[in-house]
């Protein structure tokens, strides 16, 4: 079993900045893809940024240069840090592990943080 735990989410002032966290717990294997998506109501899910095992990171270009993503692997926990945030950035943030176990990815989510950019 695999348990991601966030924390972090609130209300920012467009301009400000914010920073939400995952812990994952479990089985994680040694091949894993940890991430953070987000959806606006009435939209679909979509990638924010991913990291591999390895360090290799992936960017949605709509937050490319205001959003870092990090990983500590001891602690299998997993970072996104929110810079220049925009209203356009509300939405539910939500974490997201992929683990390669033989020939078989395994998913898991997290519960979900609201993050809110008032103008």
């Known amino acids: 079993q695999v348990r991601l735990v966030e924390s972090g989410g609130g209300l920012v002032q467009a301009g400000g900045s914010l920073s939400v966290s995952c812990a994952a717990s479990g089985n994680i294997f040694r091949i894993n893809i940890m991430g953070w998506y987000r959806q606006a109501p009435g939209k679909q899910r979509e990638l924010v940024a991913t990291?591999?095992?390895?360090?290799?990171?992936n960017y949605a270009d709509s937050v490319k240069g205001r959003f870092t993503i990090s990983r500590d692997n001891a602690k299998n926990t997993v970072y996104l840090q929110m810079n220049s945030l925009k209203p356009e950035d509300t939405a539910v943030y939500y974490c997201?592990?992929?683990?390669?176990?033989?020939?078989?990815?395994?998913?898991?989510w997290g519960q979900g943080t609201q993050v809110t950019v008032s103008s």
């Open positions: 990291i591999t095992n390895g360090g290799d990171t």
């Open positions: 997201n592990t992929k683990t390669l176990r033989g020939p078989t990815w395994y998913e898991y």
